[in-house]
Nanobody, 125 residues
Framework: QVQLVESGGGRVQAGDSLRLSCAASGRTFSNYAMGWFRQAPGKEREFVAVISWSGGITYYADSVKGRFTISRDNSKNTVYLQMNSLELEDAAVYYC??????????????????WGQGTQVTVSS
């Protein structure tokens, strides 16, 4: 029902910043939570951040807290992930996901029903 497309990935040096975007289409965007997950080669996909339907509540994984900021612009059907002070451990494919329940915010993969194709983030020393 909903389609998600990530963009903004690339190669940066440790300590630099990067801003990811996720554009949604095919469904009403504003009534659902939006999240970011990431997966490094050979590792499981892990939670990064989530934002509630109206943007009033956010939650971050401990590994990115204080460095990453999730935000959304419902008028543009877009969610963002501002990544600052990037570390080597942040290198991964980043996926955008849409919540699967009306105005419900969760942090588990089971709380999201649609996923984007992913965008690669590479961090070099």
């Amino acid at each position: 029902q909903v389609q998600l497309v990530e963009s903004g990935g690339g190669r940066v040096q440790a300590g630099d910043s990067l801003r990811l975007s996720c554009a949604a289409s095919g469904r009403t965007f504003s009534n659902y939570a939006m999240g970011w997950f990431r997966q490094a080669p050979g590792k499981e996909r892990e939670f990064v951040a989530v934002i509630s339907w109206s943007g009033g509540i956010t939650y971050y994984a401990d590994s990115v807290k204080g460095r990453f900021t999730i935000s959304r612009d419902n008028s543009k059907n877009t969610v963002y992930l501002q990544m600052n002070s990037l570390e080597l451990e942040d290198a991964a494919v980043y996926y955008c996901a849409s919540g699967n329940r009306y105005r419900y915010t969760g942090q588990g993969q089971q709380d999201f029903g649609a996923w984007g194709q992913g965008t690669q983030v590479t961090v070099s020393s």
